[in-house]
């Protein structure tokens, strides 16, 4: 918890929301809890103060969490922004990029809110029937582990992942940059002839490579029905391009898992939360992206700034009350239109970088291809 007092009692409270056992959405909640760490980050971050500044948005103006300046992601690689002394940093989250490429940089006090946010929204969406904390599953992860990866936000959280949900067995299933290709196919022959069904977790690269192994080799795998995935985009196209609709078909061909129990995840090294497709939790819905209660959303129009109409495509914009010792607004560099209570990603702004931690992993197995 902060040394600061003010900090460690907004940190109280947004802990306690994500622990409670029955997700509450409220906007009233959400607003005095936003206003109140943007006024503490705008205080205690000299360089978010100035962009607040330069756009005469400040806490005695902004009155709302839509109005709150969202900082482009783009700026991590630029500037440090975080709101306690240097010497406080327990951990440092780093976005993806070659040896030459700079790398944004989220530097963390605690991992306690980033940890307490990842469970519950990682449960609801991917084993929404899960009703007691003792629920486990089968999962085999498709990137390298925290050891590997000490500085991925996405192999981190799939360490807490499998430390919390996952059965004796789950595990990583990339080591020394190349991918377990053999250890995954036992994995996956055995459940498909106990009929004990398994989650894969990975990057679409990974599942690329998944899918042309099995293909070389010419095998079939029917998974247990209540088998299940999660993507977490940062396709770049490397070996191949594959549009997703392709990937997910080759996916029910090979494995036998349809695209209704495919769910690509939205997240990225600069947010605390991350949000879902609501296939799994939603079936009979459309598919959209959901997150937890202290997250939201707004599409907001990339040449002005306000918030765009229903359904136009625009800027995604994040508030995500899990960024309390950095700054809680970020635009993301990506597009996307809202859905019902919720948004779909359609692509990245122009001459905006690729983006995502998942990239970084999807980099390891590259160096590792032929």
């Known amino acids: 918890m902060s040394a600061d007092p003010r900090r460690a009692d907004i940190d109280r409270r947004v802990l306690e929301w994500m622990r409670e056992s029955r997700w509450s959405y ?37 009155k709302t969490w839509r109005q709150i300046p969202a900082v482009p992601t783009s700026a991590l690689k630029e500037v440090e922004l975080r709101c306690f002394p240097a010497s406080d940093t327990v951990h440092r989250f780093r ?3 070659t040896s030459s490429d700079v790398r944004g940089t989220l530097y963390l006090d605690t991992l306690e809110l980033y940890e307490a946010s990842l469970l519950p929204t990682f449960r609801r969406f991917m084993f929404p029937e899960f009703l007691l904390p003792e629920d486990r599953a ?15 936000s996405l192999s981190h959280m799939f360490g807490v992942v499998l430390d919390a949900l996952g059965e ?10 190349e991918l377990l290709f053999d250890r995954v196919l036992t994995v996956l022959v055995e459940s498909a002839a106990s009929e004990m069904p398994i989650t894969l977790c990975g990057t679409a690269f990974a599942f690329v490579h998944l899918i042309d192994h099995m293909s070389q080799r010419g095998v079939l795998i029917g998974l247990p029905p209540a088998s299940r995935i999660m993507e977490t985009g940062g396709f770049k196209g490397r070996s191949r391009e594959v549009p997703r609709t392709e990937l997910y078909a080759e996916l029910k061909r090979v494995l036998g898992i349809p695209a209704e129990r495919i769910v690509n995840q939205y ?47 625009g800027s995604i914009v994040v508030v995500d009350l899990a960024n309390t010792g950095s700054v809680l607004a970020l635009r993301t560099g990506d597009l996307g239109r809202a859905i019902l209570d919720g948004f779909e990603v359609i692509g990245r702004e122009p001459g905006a970088d690729a983006r995502g931690c998942s990239i970084g992993a999807d980099e390891i197995l590259d160096r590792s291809s032929p």
Not at 267 to 295: H, N
Request: charged content about 25%; some cysteine.
């Open 267 to 313: 997240g990225m090294t600069e947010l605390g939360s991350q949000f879902y497709d609501s296939v799994i939790c939603g079936p009979s819905e459309p598919r959209r992206k959901l997150g937890p209660p202290w997250a939201r959303v707004v599409i907001v129009d990339p040449e002005t700034g306000h918030e765009a109409a229903t359904g136009q495509v």
């Open 138 to 152: 089968a999962i085999q992860v498709l990137t390298p582990s925290p050891i590997e990866q000490p500085d991925s």
């Open 95 to 97: 976005t993806s990029g």
């Open 26 to 62: 409220s906007e009233k909640r959400f607003e005095e809890l936003a206003l109140e760490l943007f006024a503490f980050q705008f205080e205690h971050c000299e360089i978010y103060r100035r962009f607040c500044d330069g756009r005469s948005q400040t806490p005695s103006n902004v």
């Open 168 to 177: 004796q067995g789950s595990d990583f299933a990339v080591e020394n940059g």
